[in-house]
């Protein structure tokens, strides 16, 4: 289906199950530039080996997991090409080959690569793989042409990389590949239960397929302000996780008043608490309901998958020929090249 909008391919690590993070994160941006843009969104199970090569045997549980929560958030099928990476097999040649022409020197730089070895010291990911993370995102990314890629600004050396992987190649064997831009999509980050920010490695998440009682719950045990000790003490809204969600969830009237009351003392934690549960619980009613019709329809969730990664084969093939071709791989493989 050829299509006169630009376009935009982005990728999660397959994780498992989202959390309100991801949703007023990148997911919610996602599902807004599907008016717009010719939109390719993939589950990058790969990916997740990079860090977690030890243990795969929950891997079809995080990628559905996933899937149904992008669902459930709203990415359309009939809209945007959803998929998941290791049903393309494309990507690995493309990566292979981008490996061949990418120095060492620019994968040991990026930022994040040195970060993470550290904060996973206790994981044996002095690995290929892990080094070569982001020539495999270079290749999901060139794999299908797109201008811009809609990532938050972790990911914006990655991006980088990917354009300067691409004018290299340009350089060596001709105009294919296209440099795409990083489309700041601009995203709050939500403080988690504990006041840290909302990550599933801290355990400290809402997730959007939980039940209301869990939300609830888990709204109820969340830190507030320390210095509040008694109902009658004056509140610090700004220092206040409970208070950062209500600004992103809550109209703005409310947390204007919100503000007010609790730094002079008439509205008590619980109380502010439990609007909270009962603002987030009615924003996710929508998400959770169409969550539930996925979850009851799994045969529907694969023929969307098969039918995402048949669409990014076809769009991703047309490049890998053209790479091919400038490569002088194509005619290697011709008798008539003897
Ligand atoms: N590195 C991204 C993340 O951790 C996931 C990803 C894989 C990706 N391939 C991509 C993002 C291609 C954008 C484009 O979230
Ligand atoms: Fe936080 Fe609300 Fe308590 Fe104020 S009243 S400290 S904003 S939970």
Aim: glycine share 6%.
């Amino acid at each position: 289906m050829p299509s006169e909008k630009p376009r935009i391919m982005s990728g999660m690590k397959a994780s498992g199950a989202l959390h309100l993070g991801n949703w007023m994160g990148a997911l919610s941006n996602w599902v807004r530039l599907q008016q717009d843009y010719d939109c390719f969104f993939m589950v990058a199970d790969w990916h997740a080996l990079t860090t977690g090569y030890h243990e795969t045997s929950d891997l079809p549980q995080r990628v559905s997991a996933m899937v149904v929560d992008w669902l459930a958030a709203g990415l359309d099928p009939d809209r945007a090409v959803i998929f998941v990476q290791s049903s393309v097999p494309l990507h690995a040649e493309l990566s292979l080959l981008l490996g061949m022409l990418t120095p060492l020197g620019w994968l040991e730089r990026v930022p994040s690569y040195k970060e993470i070895l550290r904060e996973l010291e206790q994981r044996d990911i002095h690995t290929y793989g892990f080094l070569g993370y982001p020539v495999l995102q270079s290749a999901d990314i060139l794999l299908y042409r797109a201008t811009a890629v809609p990532v938050g600004q972790d990911q914006v050396p990655h991006v980088e990389m990917t354009r300067e992987i691409a004018r290299r190649f340009n350089g060596l064997y001709g105009p294919v590949l296209t440099e795409p831009e990083a489309l700041l999509t601009e995203s709050k980050v939500l403080p988690g239960l504990d006041g840290r920010k909302m990550s599933k490695s801290y355990g400290n998440t809402i997730s959007l397929g939980e039940s209301n009682q869990e939300t609830t719950a888990k709204i109820r045990s969340m830190v507030t302000d320390p210095a509040r000790i008694r109902r009658q003490d004056p509140g610090h809204p700004e220092v206040c996780p409970v208070f950062a969600l209500h600004r992103v969830f809550s109209p703005a009237s409310r947390v204007t008043d919100i503000e007010a009351q609790c730094r002079a003392a008439t509205l008590g934690c619980v109380d502010c608490k439990a609007d909270l549960a009962a603002t987030v619980i009615t924003r996710l009613e929508p998400i959770r309901s169409r969550r539930q019709s996925w979850v009851d329809h799994p045969g529907r969730v694969n023929e969307i998958l098969a039918e995402g990664a048949r669409r990014a084969e076809e769009a991703g093939g047309q490049t890998m020929e053209a790479v091919r071709d400038a490569m002088h791989l194509t005619s290697a493989r011709t008798p008539d090249a003897v």
